[in-house]
């Protein structure tokens, strides 16, 4: 008796439902990879061409951004800062946080400057220092500059600098999407294959 062999509609689903099951595993542990560091919740799933290219676009960018806002008088990333306080909401860093553990010392500098401490790192991706705190607290060493202060040394930069850290956190929002939901193309393919009707045989 000969062996019936699969429509190729039929074929060509299988082969796509192989291809998510290896690619995409525990969508929720590859998404938290994707957020931590771009293209490793990607390599995480296999999906090794794809982490390679997220990693080599998204990290440099982000890396330019933060050099642009840098200088040897004001610290270095001064343009990448979490900051809500009266007078200085920083909206952007909420863009900018979409790049994951990159913006991680921000928070960090941040809580250090709001307990009156001072900021690890000569000031790396620390709020600026606001007038209306009041006094400088005795842990500072020398008066730490107000937005104002660094956007004056660095200029054009850091808003240069800034557009490219919030193109880099835009552009991994998109990266984690892809790794919790997988290639578009797979989704709508199996959407168009449960509309369609299988042909009756002859």
């Known amino acids: 008796m000969a062996e019936t062999k699969p429509s190729p509609s039929q074929a060509n689903r299988q082969e796509e439902d192989d291809m998510i099951d290896i690619r995409l ?4 542990i590859a998404g938290v990879l994707a957020w931590l560091v771009p293209g490793l919740g990607h390599y995480y799933q296999g999906r090794y061409f794809k982490a390679f290219l997220f990693a080599v676009c998204i990290i440099p960018t982000f890396l330019a951004g933060c050099y642009l806002g840098s200088s040897p008088e004001v610290g270095f990333a001064r ?6 306080r ?4 920083r909206l952007f860093f909420f863009t900018q ?7 991680i010392p921000a928070l960090v ?12 790192f000569r ?11 009041g006094n ?25 600098g800034t557009i490219f850290t919030l193109v880099a956190g835009l552009l991994n ?11 578009v193309f797979f989704r709508k393919e199996e959407e168009k294959d449960e509309k369609e009707p299988e042909p009756e045989a002859a």
């Open 109 to 120: 500098q941040a809580n250090r400057v709001n307990q009156g401490l001072p900021p690890f």
């Open 173 to 183: 929002l998109l990266v984690i999407f892809d790794a919790i939901d997988g290639p």
């Open 123 to 133: 000031g790396a991706m620390s709020p600026p220092y606001l007038p209306s705190m």
């Open 136 to 160: 400088v607290p005795p842990n500072f060493r020398g008066v730490p500059p107000t937005l104002d202060e660094i956007i004056g040394k660095l200029g054009r930069y850091f808003e240069i």
């Open 86 to 89: 009266e007078g200085d909401r």
């Open 97 to 103: 946080c979409g790049i994951g553990a990159a913006a």
């Open 25 to 28: 595993k525990n969508p929720v």
């Open 79 to 84: 343009n990448v800062y979490y900051s809500w």
